[in-house]
């Protein structure tokens, strides 16, 4: 958080964790909250990363990458296949469509609120 209570956005692409898991925790030092990008044609690369936030109790999304504007498996499907917590999101993101990606960031932002508003009652 910078002065005022304002919040800065620092988007941060993650390096693969396999080989640059070390510095996965300087990179999310002092973050709210994580989108993990997942590709549905191969799933299983996604799991350490959603195991890495879980871990660490990060708040974070699922996007779905979408190909060309094209989602081939459904969101409830996909958070089926990642074992994920009911609570977490699983949202469509192409890159390169802005408003997919608005969409995201703001999904982001909802999860984030809501898991503080939960610890703060």
Known sequence: MSAGGAITLHLV????LERF???????????????VVVDTAQLECSFGAIDYFE??????????NAFDGR???????VHDALALAPTVP???????DGR???????????????????AAA
Do not use: C, K, Y
Request: hydrophobic fraction near 50%; charged fraction near 25%.
């Open 13 to 16: 692409g993650m390096p693969d």
């Open 100 to 118: 997919l990606a608005r969409q995201a960031l703001a999904g982001l932002i909802n999860r984030v609120s809501a898991v503080r508003t939960a």
């Open 90 to 96: 699983v949202v469509a993101l192409d890159g390169r």
């Open 21 to 35: 898991g070390f510095l996965w925790d300087d990179l999310t030092r002092g973050a709210l909250g994580g989108i």
């Open 55 to 64: 871990d660490r109790r990060l708040p974070f999304i699922v996007a779905v």
């Open 71 to 77: 989602i081939t498996h459904e969101a409830p499907r």
